[in-house]
């Protein structure tokens, strides 16, 4: 799905430069969250094709979009990643 999407050479650079994942509340952790390399296949997904972000479809991605739409969201905010140009 995601590896179709991100082959394995770039996403071992990307990987590289991504801030490490926030540590995990001990008590009611929640849902485990997606991958980055997962979330990052829902972004590319909606900037290759040009599909709202609820239109992404969980069975090619991996992901639901608003899954990936709030990581670009968040890198974005933090300074990772700059916003994409549409």
Known sequence: M????????????????????QQRRHRYPGRLPVSDRVALAGIIYVLRKGVAWRDVPIQVV???GITGGRRLRDRTEAGVQPAPHH
């Open 62 to 64: 991996g992901c639901f």
């Open 2 to 21: 995601s590896a179709d999407l991100i082959p394995d050479e770039p996403w071992d650079r990307i990987a590289a430069s991504l801030p490490p994942r």
